[in-house]
């Protein structure tokens, strides 16, 4: 079945670093891909999305890239900020599915040091 | 602004009560879905209804049960409430065809 691998956290970085999470899938057909955000406390917040092969998706200086070669959306950042510490997860949604169920990924913590 | 809303925050209950949560949705979603998350399992599904009355299994309704009498609104319920249910409870909409997810903040519950 569709599933959605992501780097194991927690991950720690200094302020200012470059941020990379990654994330392969598996799926039949062509899924949209999407990054979620889960700050302490809160539910989840769509990041960015990408829905089809070669699509960058952005949002407040996060950046990821669907890959269909190599079944990837890794998520990135050029320079982090003490508020980018939360838990972020990597997901798939395919046409084919009822409902338009998502699948997650594990999550990935991370923290930054001022 | 998408708004999904959960009747309480924290909740605590006995094992044996019966637990209702509540989701309210004010986009006009047809889709509405229940998650639980667990440290170390990720978001996982319990239900999840496509329009008023209708409803799906997720990957673990054991334990669980759902009612939807309104577009808006989508319940969780536990008929009798087990410590291996204590966990955080998520509430999720989407149009019909949209893949978007919207959460709402998340139901903690502890059953003692």
């Known amino acids: 079945g569709d599933s959605v691998t992501q780097m194991e956290g927690p991950v720690t970085l200094s302020e200012e670093a470059f941020l990379t999470i990654n994330c392969t899938y598996t799926a039949t057909g062509y899924p949209s891909l999407f990054w979620y955000v889960q700050y302490p406390g809160e539910g989840l917040q769509l990041l960015l999305k990408?829905?089809?092969?070669?699509d960058k998706g952005s949002n407040k200086g996060f950046e990821a890239t669907y890959r269909k070669e190599t079944t990837s959306f890794h998520l990135e950042k050029g320079s982090v900020q003490v508020s980018d510490s939360a838990v972020y997860f990597c997901a798939l949604t395919g046409l084919y599915s009822s409902a338009s169920k998502i699948i997650f990924g594990s999550g990935t913590r991370l923290s930054i040091r001022p | 602004d998408v708004k999904v809303t959960q009747s309480s925050r924290y909740l605590v209950k006995r094992t044996g009560e019966k637990v209702f949560l509540e989701c309210v949705q004010d986009?006009?979603?047809?889709?509405m879905f229940w998650y639980r998350q667990d440290p170390g399992l990720g978001l996982r599904l319990i239900y999840f209804s496509y329009d008023v009355k209708m409803k799906e299994k997720g990957d673990i309704p054991e334990g669980y049960s759902v009612s939807r009498e309104k577009k808006e609104r989508f319940s969780l319920i536990l008929e009798s409430a087990s410590t291996n249910q204590t966990s955080m409870y998520l509430c999720?909409?989407?149009?019909?065809?949209?893949?978007?997810?919207?959460f709402g903040p998340g139901t903690r519950l502890t059953v003692t």
């Open positions: 986009m006009d979603h047809e889709n």
């Open positions: 999720a909409s989407s149009r019909l065809h949209g893949h978007e997810q919207y």
């Open positions: 990408a829905t089809k092969a070669d």
